[in-house]
């Protein structure tokens, strides 16, 4: 972040304190998302107040929402964006106020299914650990959780995709393009159990080869396979929303994001080549990745 912006967002953040008895908690969110906003202004090469404009801010408003960020914590974004430009203009720091025409997002445009934190918690725990279908659907959801990889990259993932020392996947999204994504712990001890105690018996049954998850017949799963696990033990567990694989991957780009993760690395995790039409993002190193993943997510 540029010095002369980040000057700007300390003056704002001191005048919220002092001047509107701001709480801690609306400090600790607004610094947050500003923070946020300022480093999306430079990597679209925006380091000066005269230079953003009002496609900025919108590309950033469209870019949380297609990462899955839900549609309260975007509006307190705009809301944030919006009280940082009014203060430049009445301090005289600037003379645009780039938000000034742009509707707040509405409440309701959030990603149907989207799961909180409990939600998820509650789902994974519904898998009892101890029959082996259920020790497989366990290590399934809690990938789909840890990673945010789509159903068909799951359904390709192969053994020897699993990295146990390093603590990351690698994985073959659109294109057969390969990004390594982290995994976190829980999810590597409920694959670990599963590959030790599950899946050579169902191997023995079929011709699952090199395939990581195997159905009772010993042969890969299918699509329906892992929408019917999904919608099982959401409904074991009091989810009364509509509910589908593609959830897990809105709830992880939503919890990394609310958490305070990087534009940038989310992007990288979930494997979007290009998420906003003006900016194609640089490749980011593999042990940032895997520090934004420990920070950030509920179970990294």
């Excluded at 998820?120 to 101890?130: K, R, S, W, Y």
């Excluded at 259920?134 to 945010?148: F, V």
């Excluded at 068909?152 to 995709?161: F, H, M, R």
């Excluded at 799963?221 to 959401?234: A, C, D, K, P």
Aim: aromatic share 8%; hydrophobic share 35%; with cysteine.
């Amino acid at each position: 972040m540029s010095g002369r912006l980040s000057e700007h967002l300390r003056s704002y953040l001191h005048y919220l304190e002092l001047e509107r008895n701001a709480s801690a908690n609306t400090m600790a969110s607004y610094k947050l998302d500003l923070v946020r906003y300022l480093s999306y202004l430079e990597s679209q090469q925006v380091t000066s107040l005269d230079k953003i404009g009002e496609r900025d801010v919108a590309s950033l408003l469209g870019m949380l929402h297609d990462l899955g960020l839900s549609g309260r914590s975007i509006s307190r974004n705009f809301s944030a964006i919006k009280g940082f430009h009014r203060f430049l203009v009445a301090e005289g720091l600037s003379k645009f106020n780039p938000t000034e025409n742009i509707d707040p997002p509405k409440r309701s445009r959030t990603l149907p299914g989207v799961l909180n934190q409990d939600e998820v918690e509650a789902i994974l725990q519904q898998p009892n650990g101890v029959e082996p279908l259920s020790i497989r659907d366990r290590a399934i959801l809690e990938t789909l959780y840890a990673t945010g990889m789509r159903v068909s990259e799951l359904l390709g993932l192969k053994q020897s995709a699993i990295d146990f020392d390093e603590g990351v996947v690698r994985v073959f999204g659109k294109g057969s393009k390969e990004r390594i994504v982290p995994i976190g712990r829980a999810a590597l001890e409920w694959i670990c159990k599963y590959l030790a105690t599950v899946r050579p018996t169902l191997a023995r049954k079929g011709k699952g080869r090199d395939a990581l998850f195997l159905n009772a017949r010993g042969t890969p799963l299918s699509r329906m396979t892992i929408w019917n696990i999904v919608r099982e033990y959401s409904q074991q567990a009091g989810i009364r929303k509509e509910i589908h694989p593609h959830t897990f991957r809105h709830s992880f780009a939503t919890h990394l994001l609310e958490g305070g993760a990087d534009l940038r690395a989310v992007q990288e995790m979930l494997g979007h080549a290009d998420i906003s039409t003006t900016q194609v993002y640089t490749h980011i190193d593999r042990e940032y990745l895997k520090e934004v993943h420990k920070t950030f997510h509920p179970r990294g």
